[in-house]
């Protein structure tokens, strides 16, 4: 590459970043209103699906432990399994995040399903290619550590 491609480059780079700044809002909030309403919606299903992680951990103890009640037991661990954030990639997002129950396993945030056809997953990165939100679902049989970890758990629940 010659020197002056390489220049031509470099200001055309730098071109582009003048712009995209000068378009942006003075205050660094964002410009479109969809947008500011986005990081409620989705501080308000985290807040949801950590609610009721914790009422559904609080309700194991009283479930019996007879064979009338493994059902139960069953669902229950289902449950907690949905909205976990501990089994995703960074441990910091539940299935549910993006497939809610309520919603018919759907994502519930309306915002998100007007606008894109992935959801943003345990790897958030903006730039990043939508495919990377499916990271979990590639390879999501347990693992051997991941079942040493909760091993006991699983297997009181279920016993």
Known sequence: MTRI???????????????????SSPNGSPQNPALAG????????????????AETLA???????????????????GKLMLFDKQLSVNRNQACTFCHMPDVDFTGPISILNMTTVAYPGSVRNASADPAQSRYGH?????????LNKR?????????
């Not at 055309?12 to 970043?17: A, N, S, Y």
């Open 5 to 23: 491609t390489s220049l031509v480059i470099c200001a055309l780079m730098l071109g582009l970043f003048v712009i995209s700044h000068s378009f």
């Open 38 to 53: 986005l990081e409620e919606e989705i501080k308000r299903v985290e807040a949801e699906i950590d609610r009721i992680f």
């Open 59 to 77: 309700q194991l103890p009283s479930i019996p432990g007879d064979v009338g009640s493994r059902m139960k037991r069953v669902q229950t661990l």
């Open 138 to 146: 590639r390879n999501w049989l347990p693992r051997g550590d991941l």
């Open 151 to 159: 091993a006991p758990f699983c297997y009181d629940l279920l016993a």
